[in-house]
């Protein structure tokens, strides 16, 4: 019997310090400013063809002339994406689709970009996309930028 509570105690122990680390890595991660939630599906086909796969679910912080996208169901202290706004090639917005909805946060819109030829969609929030656009276009002179 105390066998068995101390092991509980134990799983219980590790299972809070593991929500507290989830806790503090978001915190941390936000802790310059300059961040948004923003799901992420890399290499994603034309248009809505894989339906809701492949969709990972993060936050993207501004960081000088790039942004880096963490996933937020993980303890990595670095991001998993960086995408550079001189590479990034704005190709078409718009609305989830079929399952895209379920897999993605209500009221997303999606952000079809090219990035040094791979195709990335990116889902935020109507927000978070002004401030993306209007970042992407607020590149130093010189820099080719398209946000079609």
């Not at 915190?27 to 063809?49: H, K, M, V, Y």
């Not at 796969?53 to 912080?61: L, M, N």
Request: aromatic fraction near 10%.
């Amino acid at each position: 019997m105390v066998l068995a509570l101390v092991l509980f105690g134990a799983v219980l122990a590790l299972v809070l310090l593991g929500l507290f680390v989830f806790g503090l890595r978001r915190r941390w991660i936000q802790r310059s400013g300059g961040t948004f939630d923003c799901s992420l599906r890399w290499n994603a086909p034309e248009g809505a063809e894989a339906g809701g796969k492949g969709w990972a679910y993060g936050v993207s912080r501004y960081s000088g002339d790039h942004i880096e996208w963490f996933r937020v169901f993980s303890y990595a202290p670095r991001p998993r994406r960086v995408l550079e706004r001189e590479s990034i090639e704005v190709l078409e917005r718009r609305t989830p689709q079929g399952e895209e909805e379920l897999a993605l946060l209500s009221d997303s819109v999606i952000l079809a970009c090219a990035h040094r030829g791979v195709r990335v969609e990116l889902a935020m929030s109507e927000d978070a996309l002004t401030g993306f656009l209007a970042w992407l276009e607020a590149a130093p002179p010189g820099q080719r930028v398209n946000v079609a």
